[in-house]
């Protein structure tokens, strides 16, 4: 199957850091797809699917958090990148919804990452 | 980018049901990703990112599960098969990992459906 971005993440940051909680990141929307947002602000969590654009390598079986000292582990049994298809999963906090851009907290992605999906977390589905 | 199936859902069924929760569902691993299974029965549950490959339609704008009397929404505030990008993601109940065979309970996905990933579901991450 073939993704096409919807969005692309703003959010000037361009290095691995260790807290990505608080970072506030913009997904900047493709104007096509401004109508699919129509009342996504009903909900306060949203997953974001985007893609890992970065990562080149494709891993089996790795240490998780590239720490030694953990055991090795399957990369289904990961959040790794290294995995077959570079798919992220993210839930992040909702935080505005303006024009084509949706105003998020806690992605844990770089700027200029392609965005291939969202959807809203809801409590009897997901939990 | 481009997504190839790491695995096929076998489950038998053909036609839209009512009720998913119950569905027993065999993921089918291509026999080259089956080393990404390792420890994955650590976990409880885990996410699986599939395609609704029966869809050719796309909407920006629906009444949530088909129905006439749920005001009108968009696309991204639903988690209709009708996006963009036509991926589902559903949490399910791991059973058991044997061979290159996931066994799953709760996925709500039609026979032959390409799965695209699994992750883990983890309380850190994802509550």
């Known amino acids: 199957m073939r993704l096409k971005a919807i969005a692309t993440v703003?959010?000037?940051i361009c290095e691995r850091i260790d807290d990505w909680d608080k970072v506030t990141s913009e997904l900047v929307f493709d104007k096509r797809y401004v109508k699919g947002l129509y009342r996504l602000t009903h909900f306060r969590h949203v997953w974001?699917?985007?893609?890992?654009?970065r990562?080149?390598?494709?891993?089996?079986?790795?240490?998780?958090?590239?720490?030694?000292?953990i055991p090795i582990v399957g990369?289904?049994?990961t959040r790794s990148p290294t995995r077959p298809n570079k798919i992220g999963l993210t839930k992040v906090r909702l935080l505005s919804v303006k024009g084509n851009i949706v105003k998020v907290k806690g992605l844990d992605a770089f700027d200029g990452t392609p965005v291939y999906d969202i959807k809203p977390v809801e409590e009897e589905i997901d939990y």
């Open 55 to 69: 990562e080149r390598q494709t891993l089996m079986r790795l240490h998780p958090r590239r720490d030694a000292s």
């Open 75 to 77: 990369v289904f049994a």
């Open 10 to 12: 703003k959010n000037g």
């Open 48 to 53: 974001v699917l985007f893609g890992f654009h």
